[in-house]
């Protein structure tokens, strides 16, 4: 089983929803969500914002935190994250972001070039259905 797969199966058992903010993987997360059977039990959609103007304009990212830290950063992929779930309606959602190459954002080797978020749901699951 693929890690889509199980992603999505956990959802189902769940009975929760999950929606993508791609920038970095322009996509890929959501195809590879979508190539599994039944899919559409879980998996709402996605927005891929590949522009940092849509990371501000179509998913809510704090302006001030994308001009000073720019769009590769944890905090805008929790924002990305956050944002998709609440104008999806999803009860979950993950965001990538990052630097796509062949140049580093900094000449530092240290700093993380990618950065992946999950916002979990707002409110508080049913009992029995956040874990096994």
């Given at each position: 089983?693929?890690?889509?797969?199980r992603?999505?199966t956990l959802l189902?058992?769940r009975?929760?929803?999950?929606a993508a903010?791609e920038?970095?993987?322009?996509?890929?997360v959501?195809?590879?969500?979508?190539?599994?059977?039944?899919?559409?039990?879980s998996f709402l959609?996605s927005?891929?914002?590949?522009?940092?103007?849509l990371?501000?304009?179509?998913l809510g990212?704090?302006?001030?935190l994308?001009?000073e830290?720019g769009?590769?950063?944890p905090?805008?992929?929790?924002q990305?994250?956050?944002?998709?779930?609440d104008?999806?309606g999803?009860?979950?959602?993950i965001?990538?972001?990052?630097?796509?190459?062949?140049a580093?954002?900094?000449a530092?080797?240290?700093?993380p070039?990618?950065w992946?978020?999950?916002a979990?749901?707002?409110?508080?699951p049913a009992?029995g259905?956040?874990?096994?």
């Amino acid at each position: 089983m693929t890690e889509a797969a199980r992603v999505l199966t956990l959802l189902a058992e769940r009975d929760q929803t999950l929606a993508a903010a791609e920038s970095l993987t322009g996509g890929l997360v959501a195809a590879e969500l979508t190539g599994v059977p039944g899919a559409s039990v879980s998996f709402l959609g996605s927005v891929t914002a590949y522009a940092t103007t849509l990371k501000r304009e179509l998913l809510g990212v704090d302006g001030a935190l994308l001009a000073e830290r720019g769009a590769v950063d944890p905090e805008v992929a929790l924002q990305m994250a956050a944002g998709v779930r609440d104008r999806l309606g999803a009860d979950w959602g993950i965001s990538t972001t990052g630097v796509a190459g062949p140049a580093r954002r900094t000449a530092s080797p240290s700093e993380p070039s990618t950065w992946r978020s999950p916002a979990p749901p707002r409110r508080a699951p049913a009992p029995g259905k956040w874990c096994r």
